[in-house]
């Protein structure tokens, strides 16, 4: 099992993304542990345990990291985004420079854009160690596809719906529970024995979007269905929705390339830090 004895520092914790998908669980289970936390997001109204922030707006990131101890990054739109690792590095300067004692970082599986970002992040980190104490510990949550994305994001809409559409054939991905990866986090952040480690975290077994989508359909008692679809179609369907070109560029980038088979392998990294088995995909939909 990872991890060791909790942490002297017990200045606040900085959750960026605070309000989006693992940022909300990482910032319950810190103050679950009676951990201070500062809640980082765009669209959060600024208050004593909450702040306004912007990946574009650099200037703005002293402001925000003054007087933490640790930080959770979940960089937005996504690590594999050009421009990502700049930010990083950036970021992890002025947290260097802030004091900032260690950064967690959400990363993709798979991604070498973020693979850049983990690396600036654990250089960042090593500067000035050893020297006059400047560096930080960092640890990346290197995850899978979050069964959330079924629940909670890209995918809800389809679901409600009863047909899920993608450019993407029979390739099996271990999509992992978002509390999972927030669960780890938490230790990571609390906790000595995970630092300097990239930790690639995967749920319990491996499912293609066609047998995912019966599955759930076999829990809930809805008929649902999946079907693959041109790229050409996908991109046509989001521009009829408003997605901007970016984000659709980003999609069509993320379906293509990253389900090719390349991270359909599980890992045994959540048993062997938690305890316990990875929460399956079947947890989040009770059977009817």
């Known amino acids: 099992m990872g991890g060791g004895g909790m942490v002297a520092d017990r200045r606040p914790v900085l959750v960026t993304g605070g309000t989006g998908k693992t940022g909300r669980r990482v910032?319950?289970?810190?103050?679950?542990?009676?951990?201070?936390?500062?809640?980082?997001?765009?669209?959060?109204?600024?208050?004593?345990?909450?702040?306004?922030?912007?990946?574009?707006?650099?200037?703005?990131?002293?402001?925000?990291?003054?007087?933490?101890?640790?930080?959770?990054?979940?960089?937005?739109?996504?690590?594999?985004?050009?421009?990502?690792?700049?930010?990083?590095?950036?970021?992890?300067?002025?947290?260097?420079?802030?004091?900032?004692?260690?950064?967690?970082?959400?990363?993709?599986?798979?991604?070498?854009?973020?693979?850049?970002?983990?690396?600036?992040?654990?250089?960042?980190?090593?500067?000035?160690?050893?020297?006059?104490?400047?560096?930080?510990?960092?640890?990346?949550?290197?995850?899978?596809?979050?069964?959330?994305?079924?629940?909670?994001?890209?995918?809800?809409?389809?679901?409600?719906?009863?047909?899920?559409?993608?450019?993407?054939?029979?390739?099996?991905?271990?999509?992992?529970?978002?509390?999972d990866i927030a669960e780890i986090a938490v230790k990571a952040l609390t906790e000595d024995g995970l630092g300097g480690r990239i930790l690639e975290l995967t749920g319990p077994r491996s499912l293609s979007f066609a047998a995912a989508m019966a599955e759930i359909s076999r829990l809930t008692g809805r008929p649902l269905s999946y079907r693959q679809i041109p790229l050409a179609d996908f991109l046509a369907g989001l521009q009829a929705q408003g997605v901007p070109g970016d984000m659709r560029d980003f999609l069509a980038w993320l379906f293509t390339t990253l389900f090719d088979g390349r991270n359909s392998a599980t890992t045994p990294t959540v048993p062997e830090i938690l305890g316990r088995p990875a929460r399956d995909l079947a947890r989040c939909w009770p059977a009817a």
């Open 27 to 179: 910032a319950a289970g810190l103050w679950a542990r009676g951990w201070p936390v500062r809640i980082a997001a765009r669209s959060v109204a600024p208050a004593a345990d909450a702040v306004r922030f912007d990946w574009a707006d650099r200037a703005g990131w002293p402001a925000v990291l003054d007087g933490v101890g640790a930080v959770y990054v979940a960089y937005a739109p996504d690590l594999a985004v050009p421009g990502a690792a700049d930010d990083i590095t950036a970021f992890a300067a002025a947290a260097r420079a802030a004091g900032v004692g260690r950064i967690v970082m959400l990363s993709g599986r798979g991604e070498p854009g973020a693979e850049a970002a983990e690396r600036a992040l654990a250089a960042a980190g090593q500067e000035g160690a050893g020297r006059d104490g400047a560096g930080f510990a960092w640890t990346v949550l290197r995850a899978s596809w979050f069964v959330q994305n079924f629940t909670e994001g890209l995918l809800a809409d389809a679901l409600a719906a009863g047909e899920l559409a993608l450019p993407v054939g029979d390739v099996p991905e271990p999509f992992i529970d978002a509390d």
